[in-house]
């Protein structure tokens, strides 16, 4: 017997009918402008872009005459010897030399011949000519391992809902810890049931002393329970950014999206030790914070999108110390001020600091000056998107790096027009970057379609040495370690990657840093005189500028094919006229 049920439901209950018809196109709202909205925008100045409309290409034909050659014999024997003397004899080639040796002729040569000898014989005593000068340095070019990462282990959101690694950073000294902070920043995603813990990773390692420098190793079994954090900080809001005290092995300070500023002690637990109020914070998300060169090595400052640099003494967290606002007008005026989301300190040069904003700028500042307007020195505009990455280089501090959109840029502090070096237009957007800590010349920069990228400037510009596929989603995070051996990635799905980097990127080569000088002052020595070039065009008349440009060269032609004329007739002259 077969069971047959209806479900009935009325038609009332599935909703409004659906009636596609053709009809007319029908303005439903219209919101008109308002002017009032129009003057809080900050206008973005115009940017251009090179583009190579075909691919480079380039063709080269060498024909070389072909050389034929024998390999041939030589019979050397005793020659020399008069007819009339056996050489085979002895006694005859004795009474021989005894007869030539007292010849006149013979002693005479002998002692002409003996002065040049002695003088030879001295310059190989002074100056060995067999000696190996570069013996070394051709065993260590032989023995250079090829550029080389390999991954060594992965660190999982313990979390089920899954956050943005959004910062690491590694524990100094030598340290075995690596922290992160894991931020969702898409608000879309953003919920209730997040996480708001961060923490800290033990990789578990050793270090090992050479003869030139410290180089830093770590086990490959990096802990007992890799899959477990070895400390969880747990924060009253998600954090974007933190940053390992360099004088202190257990403080961190790091930077929330409720702009708070906290500070941790790994000693004292899961707990902040101290936490800044609301009232006295950054009113927007912290997306930088850094620690500051002093004495009582308790100075920090922070950076964000509100458009204002705080700076903090860690000791007493109730207010800041200081406060910069990014108005580019020099009017303190926070509203028509840039958001910054980068920053950069620099040990060697400790009153001046670099702020990436998220206009595309780069705000060069002083905090030694005496007035808020004064602070903000020059601009640098590039980007055209935010700047998420900047760091002067470790070898080189008048330069230094940025990444944001789809490319990096090499800056020059003594020209603000344009950068010295730039990478090649890329087809995803970059997120992170920063320069090796041992080799002055490799930098490294993440992507959004999960790859790294090793760029090493001296050996190629177009292209990086090694990329490297890490993860199949986008990487928004990158540290290097001090050593410079050891690599973290962060990425949107809460994976940190550990990644090892061989000796062939980690291991300064011969004359790197004189070379890699050579080339950034050359490069910068360029821009100052296209610059010029560009300022002297502008200052004159530009259509008779534009004229006297075009006409130089074919004036210049005329001039030397005129003079190439003058010489031919002369010397023809000459030859008939003597």
């Known amino acids: 017997m077969e069971i047959i049920h209806e479900y009935v439901k009325l038609r009332s209950e599935f909703g409004r009918q659906c009636l596609f018809s053709d009809r007319p196109a029908e303005l439903l709202i219209d919101v008109p402008p308002n002017q009032k909205l129009a ?177 830093f190793e770590y086990c490959v079994c990096v802990a007992e329970n890799p899959t477990q954090p070895d400390i969880t900080l747990n924060s009253t809001t998600q954090l974007i950014c933190l940053k390992y005290n360099p004088d202190d092995m257990h403080a961190l300070i790091s930077g929330g999206v409720n702009g708070q500023i906290v500070l941790w002690d790994s000693r004292n637990g899961h707990c902040p030790a101290a936490i800044t109020p609301s009232e006295e914070s950054h009113k927007d998300p912290v997306y930088k914070v850094l620690w500051l060169k002093s004495s009582s090595g308790t100075d920090a400052f922070s950076a964000s999108t509100d458009g204002q640099i705080l700076w903090w003494d860690v000791r007493q967290l109730n207010e800041p110390i200081d406060r910069l606002i990014l108005d580019l007008s020099r009017k303190d005026n926070q509203d028509k001020a840039l958001g910054a989301i980068s920053l950069d300190h620099n040990v060697s040069m400790p009153d001046t600091f670099l702020v990436g904003t998220e206009q595309g700028a780069v705000v060069y500042c002083n905090k030694a000056a005496e007035t808020p307007a004064e602070r903000i020195v020059r601009t640098y505009d590039g980007h055209h998107g935010p700047v998420y990455a900047i760091q002067r280089n470790p070898f080189f501090s008048q330069n230094f790096l940025t990444v944001g959109d789809w490319g990096a840029r090499i800056w020059s502090q003594d020209i603000k027009e344009s950068s010295v070096m730039w990478t090649k237009h890329q087809t995803d957007y970059l997120t992170d970057g920063c320069w090796s800590p041992v080799r002055p010349s490799v930098f490294f920069t993440v992507k959004m379609d999960g790859v790294l990228d090793i760029w090493d400037i001296l050996f190629k510009q177009n292209d990086p040495t090694l990329s490297l596929k890490v993860r199949d989603e986008a990487l928004c995070s990158l540290n290097v370690h001090e050593g410079g051996c050891r690599l973290a990635c962060g990425s949107q799905q809460g994976i940190a990657t550990l990644i090892d980097i061989k000796s062939g990127l980690c291991t300064p080569q011969h004359n790197e840093q004189e070379l890699l000088g050579e080339m950034l002052e050359r490069e910068t020595k360029r821009e100052k005189v296209l610059r010029a070039q560009r300022g002297g065009d502008e200052g004159g008349n530009s259509e008779d500028t534009q004229k006297e440009l075009i006409l130089r060269p074919e004036y210049d032609f005329h001039n030397v094919v005129e003079s190439e004329q003058r010489r031919r007739q002369w010397e023809t002259r000459t030859q008939h006229y003597p």
């Open 39 to 215: 003057m809080q925008f900050v206008l973005k100045e115009t940017r251009d872009l090179g583009v190579q409309g075909c691919w480079e290409m380039s063709e080269h034909e060498v024909n070389t005459e072909r050389f034929e050659y024998d390999n041939e014999g030589i019979n050397h024997v005793e020659g020399g010897w008069p007819k009339d003397i056996n050489h085979l004899e002895m006694e005859q080639t004795i009474r021989f030399r005894k007869k030539i040796e007292k010849d006149e002729i013979y002693m005479n040569s002998v002692q002409v011949l003996g002065t040049l000898v002695g003088q030879c014989v001295g310059q190989n005593n002074a100056v060995d000519i067999y000696q190996e000068y570069f013996e070394e340095e051709e065993l260590l070019d032989e023995t250079q391992e090829k550029p080389c990462v390999k991954i060594v282990n992965v660190y999982r959101d313990p979390h089920l809902v899954k956050r943005h690694v959004t910062c690491l950073s590694w524990q100094p000294k030598g340290g075995t810890k690596l922290a992160g902070a894991y931020c969702c920043l898409e608000l879309q995603k953003a919920n209730i049931d997040m996480s708001q813990e961060s923490y800290i990773w033990d990789i578990g390692g050793y270090n090992r002393q050479s003869e030139n420098h410290t180089v």
